[in-house]
Nanobody
């Protein structure tokens, strides 16, 4: 059974920080690219950050300079450190796993991040 379980979301003030975690099971974690998408109310889902199996990082323009994605293959976990949070970052954040060269993708159930004063 494949599972991606996000945690770490919650309510934070503008300018604050959160670290999201996504724990994977049921896959060979080191063989998968990992990443984060988010979806705000009334908006399309957008990519936030990704990390390849080799550690190559990619960020959206809004995330670059504020967010950091990392992975710990020993723990089968990918992280998203979010600093200097803005109200525009409010969204449900989804973790995904992608097997390069294949169509199969796995998604978590999401974790809510709310940035508000």
């Amino acid at each position: 059974q494949v599972q991606l379980v996000e945690s770490g979301g919650g309510l934070v003030q503008p300018g604050g920080s959160l670290r999201l975690s996504c724990a994977a099971s049921g896959i060979i974690f080191s063989a998968y690219a990992m990443g984060w998408y988010r979806q705000a109310p009334g908006k399309q889902r957008e990519s936030v950050a990704s990390i390849s199996i080799g550690g190559t990082l990619a960020y959206s323009d809004s995330a670059k300079g504020r967010f950091t994605i990392s992975r710990d293959n020993a723990k089968n976990t990918v992280y998203l450190r979010m600093n200097t949070l803005k109200p525009e970052d409010t969204a449900v954040y989804y973790c995904y796993a992608h097997l390069p060269g294949w169509k199969t993708d796995y998604w978590g159930q999401g974790t809510q991040v709310t940035v508000s004063s």
